[in-house]
Structure formats: C-alpha cells, structure tokens
T-cell receptor, first 115, second 109 residues
Framework: DAMVIQNPRYQVTQFGKPVTLSCSQT?????MYWYQQKSSQAPKLLFHYYDKDFNNEADTPDNFQSRRPNTSFCFLDIRSPGLGDAAMYLC??????????????FGPGTRLTVL | GQNIDQPTEMTATEGAIVQINCTYQTSGFNGLFWYQQHAGEAPTFLSYNVLDGLEEKGRFSSFLSRSKGYSYLLLKELQMKDSASYLC??????????WGAGTKLIIKP
C-alpha cells in the first residue's frame, strides 16, 4: 500500500541534544511538508518542499532545519531542542501543492519528548 | 489575518447525529477540507468542498456556504470509534492550508 512512513514513532532527547526525524513516502508525491502540532492546537507548518525547492515559513525558528535528499525521503533536524519543542511532528505529502483539491496525506507522526 | 473557528469540544450519544461547525476568514478561497484525528495519531482526510452545497460520503457529510464563510461536518449513526478531533482547513488564494485547532468529539454510550 502506498503510504507515508515516519520513524521513529516516539523520540526522547535531552535538552540541547540534536535530533533527526525521518519521513519517507511511496506515493511519489511532489510535495512534502513538516508540521509541528501541540496538544489541542492546529498543526503548524514548519516548511515544505516542492520537489527540491525548499520553502521555509517565516516564523519557523532557525533551530529547525530540513533536508530532502530525494523524492522519497525528507528529514527534520532540530539542532538544539528546548522544552518548548516537545510536540507531535507530522510529515505530509501531496501530489502537486498548487491546485485547490490537492490533498495532504499524513504519516503517523513522531512524538518528541525533551527532558 | 486569517482565521478558522471551530468549537473546542462537543459531546454526543452513540447512534445519534452531530453537526460540527467551522467558520473561516481567509485571503481567498480554494476549497475546504475536513480531517479526522484520533488521539495521538495523524490526521486522516475525510472530505473536500469547493462548491456550495452538501457532499455525502457514507455516514459523513460536509456542507459549504462560501458566501457565509461557513462549513459543517455532519456525522450520522455515531459509533464509539468516531470519538476523535475533527479539523477544518481552508486553502487560501496562495494555496496555503489554514488549519483550525479542531473540535474534540466525545461519544457517550
């Protein structure tokens, strides 16, 4: 089955210790997104890729970086996690990102705990 | 600014019908999405509306009124597994998705 996969599902890190979250897709979608979601809040878009073109949201902290080495994989790097970065991190993909009906499909998420 | 409003929480009884409302103020409109999100899981796509009217898909229906900036998700014959958060998201004129905070639906036996 075509899908969006995220690893790990649960990640525990220490304050200030770099962490990398991964996402892969078998949907062959052009666009990949990283969202941060805290409890009972809307998903917050951090950045997205149209193919290899990186698009950073204006309010995404510099502490967050991303890499997309190929169509299938995308990584979220948190260089120095703070307690406020504890959240669910959601990866999503969509076919083209520039049509009204373009639907985003989500991976299962990685829940990050910062100690 | 852009804004999506949904009730924070609703409670309904198993077997009943519930309507979850969403109002929006966005820079342009290119469609409205409903997603279901169970606790601790990722959102899953439910429906997409771009024209006014009602779209029915099994037990779930979604309605849109663009002139009123309003949508609702109607869930019929509620089951315990429908306990989840329901997120409304609007695609604006720049094709960005603006997300609501979601409505937590609690189903009681």
């Amino acid at each position: 089955d075509a899908m969006v996969i995220q690893n790990p599902r649960y990640q525990v890190t220490q304050f200030g210790k770099p962490v990398t979250l991964s996402c892969s897709q078998t949907l062959n979608h052009n666009v990949m997104y990283w969202y941060q979601q805290k409890s009972s809040q809307a998903p917050k878009l951090l950045f997205h890729y149209y193919d290899k073109d990186f698009n950073n949201e204006a309010d995404t902290p510099d502490n967050f970086q991303s890499r997309r080495p190929n169509t299938s994989f995308c990584f979220l790097d948190i260089r120095s996690p703070g307690l406020g970065d504890a959240a669910m991190y959601l990866c999503a993909t969509s076919r083209d990102g520039n049509s009204g009906a373009d639907t985003q499909y989500f991976g299962p998420g990685t829940r990050l705990t910062v100690l | 600014g852009q804004n999506i409003d949904q009730p924070t929480e609703m409670t309904a009884t198993e077997g009943a019908i519930v309507q979850i409302n969403c109002t929006y103020q966005t820079s342009g409109f290119n469609g409205l999405f409903w997603y279901q999100q169970h606790a601790g899981e990722a959102p899953t796509f439910l429906s997409y509306n771009v024209l006014d009217g009602l779209e029915e898909k099994g037990r779930f229906s979604s309605f849109l009124s663009r002139s009123k900036g309003y949508s609702y998700l109607l869930l019929k014959e509620l089951q315990m597994k429908d306990s989840a958060s329901y997120l409304c998201a609007v695609r604006d004129s720049n094709y960005q998705l603006i997300w609501g905070a979601g409505t937590k639906l609690i189903i009681k036996p």
